[in-house]
Each structure stands twice: as C-alpha cells, then as structure tokens.
C-alpha cells in the first residue's frame, strides 16, 4: 500500500500562484509515476500532470506553461507548480501515485481545494 497526503490548496485571485505538494509513504517501490488530476463541480476527474521515476514530465494542454511538475530524487514528494491560475482552475486536486505495468497499484491523495476568484 501507499499512502499520499496532498497539500497546499487555497484561495488566490487569477494571475496569482500556487504550489501543492504531495508526499507518498508505504510500498512506494511499487510506483513509478506521480501526478495530479483535478475534478470541478458537475466534471469528471482530468489529468493536470505526471511526472515518471525517470523525469519525464506530461501536461494537458489546458495548463502548458503555466504549470510545472516536480519530484524529490528519493522520489517521494512531488510538486506542482501552479502560475498565472484562472477561474477555470478552481477545482479538487488530487495526488495519483501508480504502476505503469500493473493496475494493481493506483493511489490517490484525499485532494486538495484550489480557488480562483477573478
């Protein structure tokens, strides 16, 4: 099992900044990518970023830019970097540790509220 406790949420006005910050505990041999995913009211959950043991990083359109992904070398924490938010970023951010190699392994944080007001 791993165990992920997001943090860092808030509220901030647009143009403003954020940084979250995930830290994962447990079998974390059992992972090799860490990221975040948020859901909005009356949406479905998205991928923001993810970023794999290697340093590969991915984002979605919507926050290229403007957003960056980190991880600690021991590959235990990971970061988001959140600049020049939008109201349309307001949502839950959750931390997702998982194994690209088996469904088995696929964790989530408790999530995170992130507020742009305009």
């Known amino acids: 099992q791993v165990q992920l406790v997001d943090s860092g949420g808030g509220l901030v006005k647009a143009g403003g900044s954020l940084r979250l910050s995930c830290a994962a505990s447990?079998?974390?041999?059992?992972?090799?990518?860490m990221g975040w995913y948020r859901q909005a009211p009356g949406k479905q959950r998205e991928l923001v970023a993810t970023?794999?043991?290697?340093?590969?990083?991915n984002y979605a359109d919507s926050v290229k830019g403007r957003f960056t992904i980190s991880r600690d070398n021991a590959k235990t924490t990971v970061q988001l970097q959140m600049n020049s938010l939008k109201p349309e970023d307001t949502a839950v951010y959750y931390c997702?540790?998982?194994?690209?190699?088996?469904?088995?392994?696929?964790?989530w944080g408790r999530g995170t509220q992130v507020t742009v007001s305009s």
């Open positions: 997702n540790a998982k194994s690209d190699y088996s469904s088995a392994y696929n964790y």
């Open positions: 447990g079998s974390i041999f059992s992972i090799n990518t």
């Open positions: 970023i794999t043991n290697g340093g590969s990083s």
